[in-house]
């Protein structure tokens, strides 16, 4: 008999749970999906071009989460399939219990069922919280196989927020194509980074058809990089898989889900931010690194700032603008930029709450424990507005940009700025150098110019 499923997610993970173990499976009927975590998400639907035609004529529709108990009795379903990430256990266990109470099954899908295999070498970058460092480790591992001569094609964890069949399959290999795809703040915060450094980065919806054209992109593909989102295990089947973990939140990699996965299948793992976490803090990520991933060779690293103008933070009263997610369900109470305004002699981090307008001050409702800061939260063209309207009102000195990103491309500041950088920066040995040399040899991907150390 055909079961009544519901994917609980936020655009990203249940799209592709669908995908890959769902569609065009006539044992299962999906009712719903449900969405949380982003804002405005609800209310549409997974078209049927992308559900299957054949199964789901009239698409599938997107309902809040907080409906959960009253759509498992109207729709009669028999499964609740969790499918999102970056999620406290208890979190995981309420929802269970929420769903269990309503007669339903609750379900995790793990990677047997959900990864795809390529045809290409995968290395795939995750982490076990949002805002440990993927993206820096990503284009760290990047930078040293392009000085090898390859060429990478990254793939980015999903984040469809816009029209679904338009962004079936994306590439980006220019700032201009960020544009053309009408990204949100928080995908351009993800793809700029990869186009400013001359490698080609895909995501979208469908991500099996995304590997395929990432194989198969027109510049050269012979590494695929995946480029993990929140603290969500890989989408494909990768031949290395490094994790980072973040000594300012200790214990974390072992309480939230599904990081602890990412952490318990890596084989490289990355303690990264040491330059400024407390000894005792590395410690605890050290012996839970021990405990539940022996194996795993251990990368120091730190993430060193780079301010542009120092001069505008000393002495001012400053407004600190970080990335959003790390901020909200990442629960960073500080970032890159705050660290640099103290570490620069500020005079006073200005707190927003007085001067937020619309979605921003939506934003701390729903999250009122963000620290004494500006998260740069961007899913849509009025939270963009809000956000500029929101530092523009603060009544402060000067701005603070710790975004991945020149946020000033995208809203304008009517009072000084600076911005700061942060790259990843291993410590001794090993380090990513060596790993990714022995990466290049297993997989006989050494160009004729390299000597597969490294070192061009």
Partial sequence: MKKNVIIIGAAGRDFHNFNCYYRGN???????FTAAQIPDIDGRKYPKELAG?????????ILAESELPRLIKELKADDCVFSYSDVP???????SSIVNAAGANFILLGPKDTQIASTKPVIAVGAVRTGCGKSQTSRRIIELLMAQGLKVVAARHPMPYGDLNAQKVQRFATVEDLAKHKCTIEEMEEYEPHVVRGNVIYAGVDYEAILRAAENDPDGCDVVLWDGGNNDFPFFKADLTVTVVDPHRPGHEVNYYPGEVTARVADVIVINKMDSAAPEAIQIVRDNIAKINPTAIVVDAASPLTVHNPELIKGKRVLVVEDGPTLTHGEMK???GTVAAMKFGAKELVDPRPFVVGKIAETFRIYPNIGTLMPAMGYGAEQVKDLETSINNTDCDAVVIATP??????????????????ELQEIGHPNLTEVVADFVQKHNLVKKSGCGCGCN
């Fill in 53 to 61: 035609v054949e199964l789901y004529p009239e698409g599938i529709p």
């Fill in 89 to 95: 256990y208890p979190r995981v266990m309420n929802v």
């Fill in 405 to 422: 990103i020149d946020l000033t491309r995208i809203i304008k500041i009517n009072k000084p700025y600076t911005k700061v950088d942060y």
């Fill in 26 to 32: 006539a044992n299962y009927n999906v009712v719903a």
């Fill in 334 to 336: 500080l970032g890159a």
